[in-house]
Structures are given as structure tokens and as C-alpha cells.
């Protein structure tokens, strides 16, 4: 039995590496892999598969990392959040609830992250508003480099959205305190930013290591 394995990190997509970072077993690994099903594994020489699955783990090793703003999945064109001061409040509780278990939730992380372009023009785009009922499964085929590249990309840009939603916290706390009246013994306080951080930080499950090899186009 001859077995086409991918060759390269960017070669595996991310329903591939749902399947490594789930499970350990070598058939499933390999299957997921290869295309093969479980059933035709079970019958081809064990040296064979075990050379499969050292391969395998090879390429989890030689992780690199590419992120675009927009790319092209399913005949589908999506686009990265061009705007976080427009990230909303409901966005935000399911991107952070996903996080929590990255890996079962894979696809629908980046279902919050990209959304299909609706305006194109030159390097401004805008996409369609989030709905949490988007089509995840288009991202099965998304390529690892994009997976690990976007997943860097959120994490080290995160700040920007998390200032903005300190910010308009903080406005709300002000315009409460102004209303408050100190005769009616009730005290208020501005909330720190240290814990307005705290509430909102999301507990990213980072699944890569980092990367030298970061580009962004």
C-alpha cells in the first residue's frame, strides 16, 4: 500500500492537526494524514506504519508560521477582523469560551476570527457581521502555517482590543460614578485596570511553539 503523506508543516491543514494534537493513536494519526481509513492501515506492515507516524511527528517539529489578512478557503474569501474597536461583547465571550479548549473548538475560533469579505478595496476590506451561526467547517482545510500564523498574529495584537475594551468600561464606571449621589450611601469606586485585564484576558490555550519564521502578507 502506497501512502502520500504531506511533505512540509504548511502541507497539513487544520483538520489534520486536530487529529495529532487529539489523539495518540498511531493509526488515527496516520489516517488522518494520509486518507486513508483506519480498516487499510490495520493491514499494511507495521514498519511501515510506524515509519509513517515518525514522519509525522518530524513535521510536528518544523512548525512555521504565516498569517494573511485575507485568504481564500472553499472558493470562499475571508477576512481577518480589520477593526477591533468594532469587536463586540458577544464576539468576544465566544472567542474566549472556544479558547478554553482550543483544539475541540478549532474551527470555530477562527470562524470569530475571519469572516466572509463583503468590501474590497485596495488593502481596506470589510466582513460580514458575526452572527455565531458562520459556516466553521470551511476552516477544516485552512493550511497549518495560516493556523499557527493567526493564532501569533491574535496573540500579540490581543493588547489593542483589550485597551479598547478597558476604555469603554472605564467611560461607563466614570458616567455611573457621575450619576451616583453620595447622600444616598452609596460608593463607587473605578474599576482598576488590573481587573478590568483580569475579566476580559482570555486564557489562550497557545498551542504553538513560537516561531522565527513569522511572515505576514
Given at each position: 500500500?502506497?501512502?502520500?503523506?504531506?511533505?512540509?508543516?504548511?502541507?497539513?491543514?487544520?483538520?489534520?492537526?486536530?487529529?495529532?494534537?487529539?489523539?495518540?493513536?498511531?493509526?488515527?494519526?496516520?489516517?488522518?494524514?494520509?486518507?486513508?481509513?483506519?480498516?487499510?492501515?490495520?493491514?499494511?506492515?507495521?514498519?511501515?506504519?510506524?515509519?509513517?507516524?515518525?514522519?509525522?511527528?518530524?513535521?510536528?517539529?518544523?512548525?512555521?508560521?504565516?498569517?494573511?489578512?485575507?485568504?481564500?478557503?472553499?472558493?470562499?474569501?475571508?477576512?481577518?477582523?480589520?477593526?477591533?474597536?468594532?469587536?463586540?461583547?458577544?464576539?468576544?465571550?465566544?472567542?474566549?469560551?472556544?479558547?478554553?479548549?482550543?483544539?475541540?473548538?478549532?474551527?470555530?475560533?477562527?470562524?470569530?476570527?475571519?469572516?466572509?469579505?463583503?468590501?474590497?478595496?485596495?488593502?481596506?476590506?470589510e466582513?460580514?457581521?458575526?452572527?455565531?451561526?458562520?459556516?466553521?467547517?470551511?476552516?477544516?482545510e485552512?493550511?497549518?502555517d495560516?493556523?499557527?500564523?493567526?493564532?501569533?498574529?491574535?496573540?500579540?495584537?490581543?493588547?489593542e482590543?483589550?485597551?479598547?475594551?478597558?476604555?469603554?468600561?472605564?467611560?461607563?464606571?466614570?458616567?455611573?460614578?457621575?450619576?451616583?449621589?453620595?447622600g444616598?450611601?452609596?460608593?463607587?469606586?473605578?474599576?482598576?485596570?488590573?481587573?478590568?485585564?483580569?475579566?476580559?484576558?482570555?486564557?489562550?490555550?497557545?498551542?504553538?511553539?513560537?516561531?522565527?519564521?513569522?511572515?505576514?502578507?
Amino acid at each position: 500500500m502506497e501512502l502520500k503523506l504531506p511533505h512540509r508543516w504548511s502541507d497539513l491543514s487544520l483538520g489534520e492537526l486536530q487529529v495529532m494534537m487529539t489523539s495518540e493513536n498511531l493509526l488515527e494519526r496516520v489516517s488522518a494524514c494520509s486518507g486513508k481509513s483506519v480498516e487499510q492501515l490495520r493491514k499494511m506492515p507495521q514498519k511501515l506504519l510506524e515509519a509513517a507516524g515518525e514522519h509525522i511527528e518530524n513535521l510536528m517539529n518544523q512548525e512555521t508560521s504565516r498569517f494573511e489578512k485575507v485568504l481564500e478557503l472553499d472558493g470562499k474569501r475571508l477576512g481577518f477582523i480589520p477593526n477591533w474597536d468594532e469587536f463586540t461583547a458577544g464576539e468576544w465571550i465566544d472567542l474566549e469560551t472556544y479558547l478554553e479548549d482550543f483544539w475541540t473548538n478549532a474551527y470555530k475560533v477562527m470562524a470569530v476570527l475571519y469572516r466572509e469579505v463583503t468590501y474590497e478595496v485596495g488593502d481596506r476590506y470589510e466582513i460580514q457581521k458575526y452572527t455565531a451561526k458562520e459556516d466553521s467547517s470551511v476552516f477544516e482545510e485552512m493550511p497549518a502555517d495560516l493556523v499557527s500564523g493567526t493564532l501569533l498574529f491574535f496573540w500579540t495584537t490581543r493588547n489593542e482590543l483589550l485597551h479598547s475594551i478597558q476604555s469603554s468600561l472605564l467611560r461607563v464606571a466614570e458616567e455611573a460614578i457621575q450619576l451616583a449621589k453620595s447622600g444616598d450611601g452609596i460608593t463607587s469606586s473605578t474599576p482598576s485596570q488590573e481587573k478590568t485585564s483580569s475579566r476580559w484576558m482570555p486564557s489562550l490555550p497557545f498551542p504553538f511553539k513560537s516561531s522565527s519564521n513569522t511572515s505576514a502578507t
